[in-house]
């Protein structure tokens, strides 16, 4: 059977329509001077005096979390809810100032929350931002006693005319990728419906001998990489024309979201090495189609940069100690 993400409950099409709904609401509302931009990038601008404009974002970790429960392993799963969060804020180019959480669950377990707060501490302190505060919230009756979800807020601030909005972006501008260390925190659904299913021969505790003995659980529950310090790293050479996280939506939907209208990508999926876990994933009945409209594929990052820029912003890519690869170019 060719498995989709649509059969595994999550149906992309109509979050899209969702997404046009909440744009509609957002359009009915009195307008706003200080609002930057509207409703669909990766986080919300607003205009502060001075010529500092604020970013926000909200993201949770999806059913990772099951995957985690399950294995009875949370030491990272607080890293995955920074990441998904301050990935899509240095999107713009703004520097993160400061986190907050939200952390629901059946009962108080403190041996199970207590890892994750501390994983979300570190993460915040290695993306240079402050760990503001949050929210636990005992739900007896909405969740079962084990039953746990995540979402998490971050804010940061940019200079208003330095705003990496992907305006200037042209036909032959070069894409270069940053590699992920695995699945991250989107398509867990599907990960779950593929290798968790009645039928399927796999189990979290199980190593496996193409990851090198590691175990699935430890696969899957790699925590989602923190590109802050590189992207402004890169952002620092006045060179990036727009950037993406590649989350739920795959390389090619992430990237349109900040290429101007009258563009297109041509990406070459050959260009990198694709971790073994997108390769078990489609021996399991994920079609190539599929995998690339839901997992990102071994790259968690992108920015769009002119061709003569590419060797600069590499060397500074290299310098954060992550590896920038060419994988595409922007078409008209």
């Known amino acids: 059977m060719n498995l989709s993400y649509k059969n595994a409950g999550v149906d992309i099409s109509l979050a899209d329509k969702w997404v046009d709904v909440i744009k509609g609401i957002s359009k009915s509302m009195p307008a706003k001077k200080e609002i930057i931009g509207g409703i669909g990038g990766f986080s919300g601008l607003y205009r502060l005096p001075g010529g500092m404009a604020l970013a926000g974002c909200c993201d949770g970790v999806g059913t990772k979390i099951e995957i ?3 294995a009875g392993m949370f030491t990272h799963i607080g890293q995955d809810l920074v990441a998904m969060n301050v990935n899509d804020l240095i999107t713009c180019g703004a520097r993160p100032l400061f986190f907050l959480d939200y952390i629901a669950c059946g009962k108080l377990n403190i041996p199970v ?22 929210e636990t919230a005992e739900m007896p009756g909405v969740y079962p006693e084990d039953g746990l979800d995540l979402a998490g807020f971050a804010v940061g601030i940019v200079e208003e005319e330095k705003i990496i909005d992907g305006k200037n972006v042209a036909a032959g501008d070069a894409v270069v990728g940053i590699p992920s260390s695995g699945v991250h925190s989107n398509g867990f659904s599907l990960v779950r419906r593929a290798l968790f299913s009645e039928g399927t021969p796999y189990s979290l505790d199980e190593a496996i001998p193409r990851f090198g003995g590691a175990t699935l659980a430890e696969i899957l529950l790699a925590p989602t990489k923190l590109y802050v310090n590189t992207a402004l790293r890169a952002v620092s050479t006045g060179k990036v024309k727009a950037m993406a996280h590649i989350t739920g939506g795959g390389l090619a939907d992430n990237l349109r979201r900040v290429v101007p209208d009258g563009l297109g990508l041509s990406l070459d999926y050959t260009a990198w090495p694709r971790p ?45 100690r992550e590896q920038g690869i060419i994988i595409g170019e922007v078409v008209a």
């Open 68 to 70: 985690a429960r399950a």
């Open 113 to 134: 929350l207590q890892p994750i707060v501390e994983s979300v501490a570190r993460a915040c302190s290695e993306s240079g931002c402050a760990l503001l505060g949050g």
């Open 276 to 320: 073994a876990i997108f390769n078990l994933l489609s021996e399991e009945g994920v079609e190539e189609e599929e995998m690339r409209r839901v997992f990102n594929l071994g790259i968690g990052y992108c920015l769009i940069i002119a061709q003569e820029d590419v060797s600069l912003v590499l060397e500074q890519i290299e310098a954060q």
